[in-house]
């Protein structure tokens, strides 16, 4: 006998049952080899990405030697347009940044200051000096050979003039207009030659410049090695045992020094603004982009993207807009879910991530050769002729889970022959959960975990009970619990709803079988109506009485995520023809391939039980009465049977009764589903009209098992006014509704007279006579 255990009895682990999932699970993330993700297969809402992560979680804490990184993108100074990765320690890559920007502002601290320096201003006006001795020796050269030609040598700015010397002073323009023309064409000679004197001695004057600017930039760069050489030393020693570090600081030293002198200007007359700039221009250039962020105490990374993007997935590169130019850098790459994921688990659903342009490809591309690369082509993002970057390869040890139904499974194993390369582990989750003693106490333990979670001080053990039984029922099974416990979760927070209104703490049986009862009126309106237009006979039903050719059939309908069930009248005739068993609702297109397929089965039972001595031969007719939509399923073969030897016989079928069953050429009944609405759907109309005791369903033996009605059905089956028949075979079935005797072969061959198929073998007999000498005349 099955006991409800206390928690402290229940097994801890969060999969309730599902040994299968969880071997599979335990060997697909304890194998650590590429190739071996998972894909995890079974029906939405059986709490499959719960479950998993729970259990990774779970796993991940018993794995002391995982490692994990943080990653980042360093600038490139020799080649801007493929970014540098770089993995670290988790914490080390917030370090790193902190150290740069540190290393920033102290250049910001140390220059243009170093510049204001009186040793580097002596130096530079030491080139300067140099510089203007050798432009003032050339001037003064000239100036004397000008000199000894009455000429003047005028400098005023950057300019030089010569002007002719009368009286010991240089004439203005105006007194050299009033010379004579002799006069002045002879100074014009003068000052022609002097020209070509004042080019030849500064022939050499841009030389003189190259060298004083080559010497001052020299000096400004030996000035700023100075300065920075022992800001970069402190992070050089500090970064000794990183390589990737090192060989970055190495391009930083020599890029800087040139960023130095380009930005930091001596001009004293800066304003903060300016300042605040330099510094953001020194951060856009120097510290490095972080990627992925990691703790040393938190385990493993384990992330689920519910939308599978090619961004979302592999991250993106954004650009932003100067001047009318698209620009982008290293700091504006963004990290995706398997950057996020590295060295750890990245869950997805299947079917999302095949829906999403590129992504498929670039993620078996990435699993294979074990990279993380951008490379979604530009034309995808209207970025054609934009430059972009390159963005080095990061390197990926990450585990993917893939969420996905069997079909899809059994598609990408079909189709996609590198699938199961790469995703070797399948992780099958049951729909349905053995009852024993070991998943009664886990399902304990997930609800009594809920009752936490909603504030509850507990839950009294017939609520658990009602629990269960709402989980057998939702399985359709009386031994097996149904694996979708997330129905069991939606219907704890709503009990929880009406033991609120009530103000208790404990969660009782009342609170569950209202949130129940509140559900179904919820969602009751449609089969409300179809049961108000049975009561008004809008929907011909009959419930009591006889009728020949007409039974009740049992139906389900499915409406959004309402399910419930509904009699539906059946109906047949026969006649003498030979057009066989002619189903109405494939004829106009209604009845769908396993319905036609169920009517097709019906001239094989007929063939087979009563033809074996004469060809059968019949027209017959059979419908599913005020039905306009289309029907699916075989669980009407049993009553369109039996309306149908009712026609052929002529022996009224009891009315009261309503049937479901599907059956097979020799007669054995076999089971449906959705018994337990049918039962209930014939039940509460029945109930509406008043129970005489002489109502009831039958239903096919092997779906005893299957059943789990509500109380109100099971306390008028106890009182006996109303009958659940279990039938092995369609004689059962003819007896319960005909009260007549099916009828056995004896020695001779022969069905006992006045028995059901006596009667019809005589009539189709009967028919085949009238329908063969019709031909023979």
Known sequence: MLQIADEHQADTHMLIGQDRAKNALRFGLGVDVAGYNLYVMGEQATGRHTLVNEYITAHTKSCANAQVYDWCYLNNLENERQPISLALPPGDAKQLVNDIENFIDEVLATFPAVFENPSFQRKKASVTRHFEQKYDKAIDDVEQIAATKSIA????????????????????????????????????????????????????????????AEQLKSLKQQTVEQGIRPLLKDLERQYKNNIAILKYLRQLKHHCIDMVIETLVIDSKDEKSDEYDKRALFVDTYVPNILVENKNDVPVPIIYEPNPSYQNIFGKIEYTSVQGSVYTNYRMITAGALHKANSGYLILDADKVLDNPHVWEALKLALKFGQIRMELPQQEVGMVNSITQMPEAIALQTKVILLGSRDLYYTLQEYDPEFSELFRVLVDFDHEISLNQTNVNQFVTRVKKQINQLNLKGIDISAMAALISYSLRQAEHQNKLSAKFADVIELLNEANFYCQEEHAAVLSEQHVEAALQAKKHRSGRVSDTFLQDI????????????SIGTINGLTVLEIGDTTFGTPARVTATVYAGSNGVVDIEREVELGQPIHSKGVLLLTGYLGNKYAQGFPLTLSANIALEQSYGYIDGDSASLAELLALISSLTEIPLQQGIAVTGSINQLGEVQAVGGVNEKIEGYFTLCESRGLTGQQGVIVPWSNHVNLMLNEKVREAV????????????????????????????????????????????????????????????
Request: contains cysteine; hydrophobic residues 35%; aromatic residues 8%.
């Open 718 to 777: 106890k009182n006996g006014l109303f009958t659940i028949y279990a039938v092995k075979n369609v004689d059962e079935a003819i007896e319960i509704t005909s009260q007549k005797e099916a009828g056995k072969l004896n020695s001779r061959g022969r069905f006992a007279r006045n028995s059901v198929h006596y009667c019809a073998i005589n009539r189709l007999y009967a028919i085949s006579n009238v329908v063969n000498g019709a031909h023979e005349d």
């Open 153 to 212: 040598l005028i400098e005023e700015g950057n300019s030089i003039s010569f002007s002719p010397i009368i009286d010991g002073k240089p004439l203005n323009d105006a007194e050299f207009t009033r010379k004579t023309d002799i006069d002045r064409q002879h100074y014009y000679q003068i000052i022609d030659e002097l020209e070509k004197v004042l080019s030849e001695a500064l022939i050499e004057l841009p030389m003189w410049q190259r060298e004083s």
């Open 535 to 546: 009561q008004e006979g809008h929907v011909l039903i009959s419930t009591e009485g006889q």
